[in-house]
């Protein structure tokens, strides 16, 4: 348990530098999209299915916690596009960075709060 | 009198048509259920001929769902995301009766005796143990931990010899035992067994339960013959290593192959099956293959073991031969390969793949596809056989 708790505070003062470094990397909130209709379906795919896996494939919660409108709704956006980008080391949330890239991030993390059509 | 001798066979032939139509004997060993989660169905499938036999609809979130069989093979209880557990009848095609058990649930086991069915739970974090007859409450076993008293999600739930069940608490870092042979739970605790059990099995004779750790290297073990001699840790360097590799799906453990010496393990994180001596548990060698393996499954006689793949290279099946210990074939049934399941002597191997929509069935032999079926976002396969297999 003491374990846990070290980890968990050594996590959090990671998280401010890695914030920093994400954002001022040229990322900036563009709210045009430029992903194809196509990609759009399969990202919308691999929310439901692949995120699904881990988040529950309605998103209210599995081995993760709950990415539904509620329960992101009080949660600081960045944060949330942060924690995709780069995961949580320490838990199983993997950093998505490799695999998609920051405008389609973002496009998924714009679904997830104005809510998924599941 | 002519009047007679003619009408009594045809009432007899018109009443022996309704009785068809309606009670159509056939056994169930041969039968099986593939989950469609994102409809919320399942087809009930029959591998003699390779077909698909009726759907049934329903059945709430079936992401990450599962199924066991009662011990007659007539009911399967399938094991809903959003808590739900439905007892349906596989020769009707019919809900027998289904209830919303928690908020947020991920697996189940059938006792020994096939008494009763317990579910392990997310949220409410803990276990419920039903009647598999009427689906009523026998006890509830809330995973609480520590000062505070928090609720724990459970994973990796089996049953065991003995009318036992046995889970890990994954944030508590702990293994329960629940003893159920006097009716009412006793539970044995192991505290502090590593951090962050994310799964368990059981090795196929009901021995010994193995639970992986996601927070650090290593596995946990406990002899269900000596539970009194506490866990002990096996294969230190099994885990995700110094590198901590990302993992885009959790490996499951459920699927484990045994070969007469082997073990065959999916490595955590890493593009590799680890292949481990059963006797002393030490690692004998490696074997790269196409991602990170999810189920490493062996053919029910040991000679190959099936390998499915995390995404994003989740397109792809592999075959190790299990004497010769390398891959020797690799297919490409379509793509989010989701689950295998042998037939019950393992001729064939039935495939999902998710995004493909289909299911293909192979011949484990000469590797050749012999049917394909369509299905709806298939993910996992379950047939009948697996009740009467210890951990299944």
Not at chain 2, 15 to 40: F, K, N, P, Q
Not at chain 2, 80 to 102: E, V, W, Y
């Amino acid at each position: 348990m003491v374990n846990h708790h070290h980890t968990g505070i050594v996590l959090k003062l990671l998280l401010i530098p890695m914030v920093l470094v994400y954002f001022s990397s040229g990322y900036a909130a563009e709210e045009i999209s430029n992903i194809s209709v196509q990609r759009q379906a399969e990202l919308q795919n691999l929310l439901i299915q692949d995120c699904g896996s881990c988040h529950g494939m309605t998103l209210k919660g599995g081995l993760g916690p709950a990415l539904t409108t509620d329960a992101l709704k009080n949660k600081s956006r960045k944060m949330i596009e942060v924690t995709i980008a780069l995961g949580r080391p320490g838990t199983p949330m993997p950093p998505w960075n490799r695999i998609l890239t920051k405008e389609e991030i973002h496009w998924i993390v714009n679904i997830l709060y104005t809510g998924v059509r599941l | 009198m002519m009047f007679f001798i003619k009408t009594i066979p045809v009432i007899f032939f018109f009443s022996l048509l309704g009785a068809c139509s309606s009670m159509h004997l056939r056994g169930t060993g041969d039968l099986g259920v593939v989950i469609e989660r994102a409809s919320g169905s399942i087809q009930i499938v029959e591998t003699t001929n390779k077909t698909a036999l009726s759907r049934v609809v329903g059945l709430g979130d079936l992401s990450h769902a599962s199924v066991v069989y009662s011990r007659d093979e007539r009911y399967a209880y399938v094991f809903g995301r959003d808590g739900g557990l439905t007892k349906i009848n596989i020769l009707s095609s019919k809900i027998t009766k289904r209830i919303i058990q928690s908020g947020n649930s991920i697996g189940g086991a059938i006792s020994q005796d096939g008494k009763q069915v317990a579910v392990s739970n997310y949220k409410p974090g803990g276990v419920k143990i039903f009647d598999s007859n009427t689906l009523e409450l026998i006890a509830d076993i809330p995973a609480t931990y520590g000062s505070e008293n928090k609720q724990s999600k459970v994973v990796g739930l089996v049953d065991a010899p003995g009318q036992r069940f046995v889970f890990s608490l994954y944030d508590a870092d702990e293994i329960w035992l629940a003893d159920l042979a006097s009716g009412k739970p006793v539970i044995t605790k192991y505290k502090n067994i590593g951090r962050q059990p994310y799964d368990g099995l059981i090795t196929p004779d009901g021995r010994y339960y193995i639970a992986g750790l996601f927070g650090e290297d290593g596995l946990v073990v406990l002899d269900l013959w000596y539970p009194e001699k506490g866990v002990k840790r096996i294969l230190d360097n099994y885990g995700r290593g110094s590198k901590k590799m990302p993992v885009y799906k959790m490996p499951h453990l459920e699927g484990w192959a045994m070969t007469e010496n082997y073990a065959f393990l999916p490595a955590v994180g890493r593009n590799t099956v680890l292949v481990v001596n059963r006797r002393n548990w030490k690692q004998v060698t490696s074997i790269a293959v196409h991602g990170q393996p999810v189920f490493v499954m062996a053919r029910p006689d040991g000679r190959q073991v099936w390998v499915n793949f995390a995404y994003p290279r989740n397109d792809t099946v592999q075959v190790i031969d299990t004497d010769k210990l390398k891959v020797i074939k690799t297919l490409k049934p379509g793509k989010a390969i989701l689950h295998m399941e042998f037939t019950p002597r393992g001729e064939q191997v039935w495939v999902s793949a998710r995004d493909a929509g289909k299911v293909t069935i192979y011949d484990t032999e000469n590797f050749n596809s012999v049917a394909t079926l369509p299905m709806n976002k298939p993910s996992g396969i379950f047939f009948t056989h697996r009740a009467h297999r210890i951990g299944l």
